[in-house]
């Protein structure tokens, strides 16, 4: 069994910021495991979900919250309410995360934040880009057209105008900044009538 002290751990896998425990045995085979039991009480690491460990100065460090998304539920890539609030289209400040991945449902919460993941086919994992850090790390981030899509696709309550214009998206943005173009190529790959009625729904309540 091997002895690896925190100060070494905290050494080699700070640049990580966050961290799996099979990183950690790909490095140090013999590691205790009871270690991380021991210094998450110590607050000298913060659990993020089964198997993942991050570092408690993090919780300060602007994004990470977003990056951790992407980190602890692989693939997967930010979406739908949380990526209409950051792009300004709707008005609520989200401070849950909402992604979409081709694993099964998930949610998991911790220091960071509460973390949620909704399935979809591997086919529709699309429409994502990777969105830049202050610290220059990268988070897989939906383009505005494929959140707003995600959210139609996953939440197919919403489907009368009514309901649309409750969700209250920022007209200027739609006008000005949504890419209707794409929006529409994006719907068509997704192979749903319903989907493609909903946002024509949406379309007409918002006058586009």
């Known amino acids: 069994m091997s002895n690896t002290s925190y100060i070494t751990l905290r050494n080699k896998f700070i640049e990580y910021g966050c961290f ?16 991380y039991t021991r210094w998450c009480k110590q607050g ?7 198997g993942w460990f991050a570092f408690p100065e993090m919780l300060k460090a602007p994004d990470f919250a977003r990056y951790v998304a992407s980190r602890i539920y692989k693939p997967s890539y930010i979406s739908m309410q949380t990526a209409l609030s ?4 709707i008005p609520e400040v989200v401070t849950d995360f909402t992604s979409v991945s081709t694993l099964k449902t998930a949610e998991f919460t911790n220091e960071f934040g509460a973390y949620s993941y909704r399935t979809v086919k591997p086919e529709l994992f699309f429409g994502f880009e990777l969105r830049k850090m202050q610290d220059g790390r990268t988070i897989p981030f939906a383009t505005p057209e494929k959140a707003l899509l995600d959210f139609l696709y996953l939440y197919p309550e919403y489907n009368a105008a009514a309901m649309m214009l409750d969700l209250r998206l ?7 900044e949504l890419d209707l173009t794409r929006l529409r190529e994006y719907s068509s790959q997704f192979g749903s009538k319903a989907l493609e009625a909903r946002l024509n729904t949406l379309i007409k309540a918002y006058g586009l």
């Open 20 to 35: 799996s425990i099979y990183q950690v045995l790909m490095w140090d085979v013999g590691f205790d495991s009871n270690n």
């Open 44 to 50: 000298l690491l913060v659990r993020l979900r089964r």
């Open 86 to 89: 950051f792009y300004g289209m």
């Open 170 to 176: 920022d007209e200027d943005f739609l006008i000005n």
